[in-house]
């Protein structure tokens, strides 16, 4: 069974870091561009990041520019997401998603979706 485990959300100050993880099992994912979502309370779910099969490219949503860093370890099929300066206003639940396999980064749907781990940022 294919899945996608996120992990490493919490409560955190405002300023502070988190590391978030998306952990894949099932089958490699080395073939797989992924992203990162977020959706905060009573908002529709929006781009974070994403990065392509190899690692070499990365893509952030102005929001996050500068702040967060996606990268992956294809050896542990895990995808990161490193978070710092964190603002009340990243507090949301974030998930990780696959897009098809074979598919360039930012094209082609998503074939799975982790259950999400939440970030509550306090001001």
């Known amino acids: 069974q294919v899945q996608l485990v996120e992990s490493g959300g919490g409560l955190v100050q405002a300023g502070g870091s988190l590391r978030l993880s998306c952990a894949a099992s099932?089958?490699?994912?080395?073939?797989?561009?992924m992203d990162w979502f977020r959706q905060a309370p009573g908002k529709e779910r929006e781009f974070v990041a994403a990065i392509n099969r190899s690692g070499s490219n990365t893509y952030y949503a102005d929001s996050v520019k500068g702040r967060f860093t996606i990268s992956r370890d294809n050896a542990k099929n895990t995808v990161y997401l490193q978070m710092n300066s964190l603002k009340p206003e990243d507090t949301a639940v974030y998930y990780c998603?696959?897009?098809?396999?074979?598919?360039?980064?930012?094209?082609?749907?998503?074939?799975?979706w982790g259950q999400g781990t939440q970030v509550t940022v306090s001001s």
């Open positions: 099932g089958r490699t994912f080395s073939s797989n561009a």
């Open positions: 998603a696959a897009r098809r396999l074979g598919a360039a980064v930012l094209t082609g749907p998503y074939d799975y």
